[in-house]
């Protein structure tokens, strides 16, 4: 994220997220966080106005408590242009209630593995979700992202736009799935696929 706020990013879908690690680390790129999980709550409305609008307003902890707002999306170059404001809270309980009082309520509740590097002024995320592993990319100019992406060795056309959570609606019609949340207890025994989810692997 940057000075102005805003949040440019795209994301790959991998079938070998430790051979990528590799990649990433050969590259010189340094790890600012190891592994940790991200429990992230999704909040919207009674009559869901803000993701109507595209916008999304979400509460996640991982090392600290951390409320974020998400306007609409639009595609520059190729990436996922949005707007972005975050902010730390000192307390993830007193920030939920905060947020319940305000009149919005939680619509999802969905959790991550992530680990993030930085290498030439990018953040480099590999994410592991319940549904498959993906690597994120972020940084303020469209060209550095795509030049990453081909120096990590990704197929730039299987690059994806949408978020983990649009993800998850798409599986849920195309799967038929009866649950709201995408928490890994949820996927226990269920094997899921680059086609279910439609899209490409990147790394092959």
Same mark, same amino acid.
């Given at each position: 994220?940057?000075?102005?706020f805003?949040?440019?990013?795209l994301? =790959? =879908?991998?079938?070998?997220?430790?051979?990528l690690?590799?990649?990433?680390? +050969?590259l010189?790129?340094?790890c600012?966080?190891?592994?940790?999980? &991200? @429990?992230?709550?999704r909040?919207? +409305?009674?009559? =869901?106005?803000?993701? +109507?609008a *595209?916008?999304?307003l979400?509460?996640r902890y991982d090392?600290?408590?951390r409320?974020t707002?998400?306007?609409?999306?639009? +595609?520059?170059?190729?990436?996922r242009?949005?707007?972005? %404001?975050e902010?730390?809270a000192d307390?993830f309980q007193?920030?939920?209630?905060?947020?319940?009082?305000?009149? =919005?309520q939680? @619509?999802?509740?969905?959790?991550?593995f992530r680990?993030?590097?930085?290498?030439d002024d990018?953040? @480099?995320?590999?994410?592991?979700l319940?549904y498959?592993?993906?690597i994120e @990319?972020? *940084?303020?100019?469209p060209?550095?992202i795509?030049?990453?992406s081909?120096?990590?060795?990704?197929?730039?056309e299987a690059? %994806?736009s949408?978020?983990?959570?649009?993800l998850?609606?798409h599986?849920?019609?195309?799967l038929?799935l009866n649950?709201?949340?995408l928490v890994f &207890?949820?996927?226990?025994?269920?094997k %899921?696929t680059?086609?279910?989810?439609?899209?490409?692997p990147a790394?092959?």
């Amino acid at each position: 994220m940057n000075k102005n706020f805003q949040e440019l990013e795209l994301k =790959y =879908y991998v079938n070998d997220l430790d051979h990528l690690r590799e990649r990433v680390i +050969s590259l010189g790129a340094e790890c600012t966080q190891p592994r940790v999980q &991200e @429990i992230n709550l999704r909040f919207d +409305s009674l009559d =869901y106005e803000l993701s +109507s609008a *595209g916008k999304a307003l979400r509460l996640r902890y991982d090392t600290e408590a951390r409320i974020t707002f998400k306007g609409p999306s639009q +595609s520059t170059e190729g990436v996922r242009l949005r707007q972005e %404001i975050e902010f730390i809270a000192d307390n993830f309980q007193a920030a939920r209630e905060f947020l319940l009082a305000l009149g =919005y309520q939680v @619509i999802l509740v969905y959790e991550k593995f992530r680990t993030t590097y930085v290498v030439d002024d990018l953040q @480099i995320l590999l994410d592991e979700l319940p549904y498959g592993n993906f690597i994120e @990319i972020e *940084g303020v100019v469209p060209a550095k992202i795509r030049e990453i992406s081909e120096r990590l060795g990704l197929n730039w056309e299987a690059r %994806i736009s949408e978020s983990y959570t649009v993800l998850f609606d798409h599986l849920k019609e195309q799967l038929g799935l009866n649950f709201n949340n995408l928490v890994f &207890e949820n996927f226990q025994g269920l094997k %899921i696929t680059a086609q279910d989810l439609n899209v490409l692997p990147a790394d092959e």
